[in-house]
């Protein structure tokens, strides 16, 4: 593999993440972000494999630069919403996740599902915003 290809780390990345190797993924984005730091689907990729990995503040710290790239990164809204769940952060996780949903509807029925949102399954504010 070509060291200095961005894409082929992005995609190595996915592969490795998607099978459950959630530290082979996390180098292989290391690498995209150091050939292509400006790419925000790079740091989204970091985000997910730190959060993989248990390392919920780094991860948001990924988040974080994916959007200070790209405001438009439908999934780092997302994926900030989860970290911020995550941390029991209700009023920021909803802020995130509303701004997640705006981009793309199809947030309010990823979170009715996803197990990073069971701290506010029961909250009205929650219920509220992933609803019909």
């Given at each position: 593999m070509?060291?200095?290809?961005?894409?082929?780390?992005?995609?190595?990345?996915q592969?490795?993440?998607g099978?459950?190797?959630?530290?082979?993924?996390l180098?292989?984005?290391?690498?995209?972000?150091?050939?292509?730091?400006?790419?925000?689907?790079?740091?989204?990729?970091?985000?997910m494999?730190?959060?993989?990995l248990?390392?919920?503040e780094d991860?948001?710290?990924?988040?974080?630069?994916?959007?200070?790239?790209?405001?438009?990164?439908?999934?780092?809204?997302y994926?900030?919403?989860?970290?911020?769940?995550?941390?029991?952060?209700?009023d920021t996780a909803?802020k995130?996740?509303?701004?997640?949903?705006?981009?793309?509807?199809?947030?309010k029925?990823?979170?009715?599902?996803?197990?990073?949102?069971?701290?506010l399954s029961?909250?009205?504010d929650?219920?509220?915003?992933?609803?019909?």
């Open positions: 070509d060291r200095n290809n961005a894409e082929a780390w992005f995609y190595a990345g592969s490795w993440f099978a459950g190797r959630c530290q082979d993924g180098n292989a984005y290391e690498e995209a972000i150091h050939v292509q730091p400006a790419k925000g689907s790079y740091w989204v990729g970091k985000g494999s730190l959060l993989c248990g390392r919920t991860s948001l710290r990924a988040f974080e630069k994916a959007l200070e790239l790209d405001k438009n990164l439908d999934y780092a809204w994926s900030l919403a989860r970290c911020y769940s995550l941390k029991a952060e209700k909803l995130h996740l509303a701004r997640a949903i705006e981009l793309k509807a199809h947030y029925d990823m979170a009715y599902r996803d197990r990073s949102f069971r701290n029961n909250d009205k929650f219920q509220k915003l992933i609803e019909p």
